[in-house]
DNA sequence: ACAGTTTAGATCAAAGATAGTCAAAGTCAA
DNA sequence: TTGACTTTGACTATCTTTGATCTAAACTGT
């Protein structure tokens, strides 16, 4: 087998054992599995990104670690609907609407749905030159991944 | 646990038992958490910022202390705070740490702190060319002021 | 009051402990 | 053969611990 999917299945053990949520010490696990640290980092960033519901935090110096949570998933189909319904350019209207939409379906709160629609206003990005839609699409995209976690 | 969460987990247990505000000897608790004691002082240095909300005083010579006092800022007064503390522009890290102040304070959910953070990513932003920390300080201002209607 | 001594916190830099990044080299299937 | 994926390791960034040295405040004897 592969060394990355021996590490990624060895995480999932760990995972499942810990109930969806663990610590490891980088450096440990990569001795314990015989390979270079940093394959741990490629096998995090390849194998347990958000977008597959893993959320990731980690802190470096001594005592630092690298924390994996699985989060749960189920009731966001309809963030992912929306997440895809954005595609890879979109304008502050398009943008609203989706948003009015997670509102409406009670997926956001009414404050949620103000500070989601700050971020993506015109004048939150009228500072670019150019590329707004561009950059709304992934603004948006940034902030329905935080929603799924 | 690392001796500098000790330090600071021992700290906010002395303010809470004290209402917000005491008083240390630094040798006397460096001597009790078996420190060096300028490590106390990089845990106050490193924990107990005036950013998230608490002011130090001290006192050599004799009857030295060092005083710790959490500060209690009203909803609006903090938003403010937070608001002028962007500036004309802000780098990710500034950014995260504004966002997490405004959660320990209780002033927007964990949901919240999510989508905000997301929305200033460096993933979020990731297409502009140049000028990332200015338009990023655009979006927080405009994610705040969203805040305070 | 003054000078010298003692007490106690501040500062800073070096060393130690971890994790992250990036690009080059390797592998393997289409 | 090419392109995607994997493996490595050098270099970087960040956080912690420690100790030497500096500075300020209080105390003491005259």
Redesign the pocket.
């Known amino acids: 087998m ?4 021996a590490i990624a299945e060895m995480i999932n053990n760990l995972l499942r054992e810990s109930n969806g949520s663990l610590e ?4 440990d696990l990569a001795e314990k599995m015989g ?8 096998v995090i960033t ?1 194998r347990f990104t958000p977008e597959r519901g893993y959320i990731i935090e ?9 924390r994996i949570i699985k989060k749960e998933m189920h009731k966001d189909e309809y963030l992912m609907h929306s997440f895809y319904a954005i595609g890879d350019a979109i304008d502050a209207a398009s943008a609203a609407a989706i948003i009015r939409n997670l509102a409406d379906n009670k997926l956001i709160t009414a404050r949620e749905q103000a500070i989601m629609l700050g971020a993506v206003s015109p004048k939150a990005l009228e500072k670019l030159a150019s590329g707004e839609n561009i950059v709304r699409a992934d603004i948006m995209r940034q902030q329905i991944l935080a929603l799924m976690k």
């Open positions: 592969l060394m990355s999917d490891i010490k980088r450096n390979c270079v640290p940093s394959q741990i980092n490629y390849s980690s802190r470096r110096g001594g005592g630092g670690y690298i």
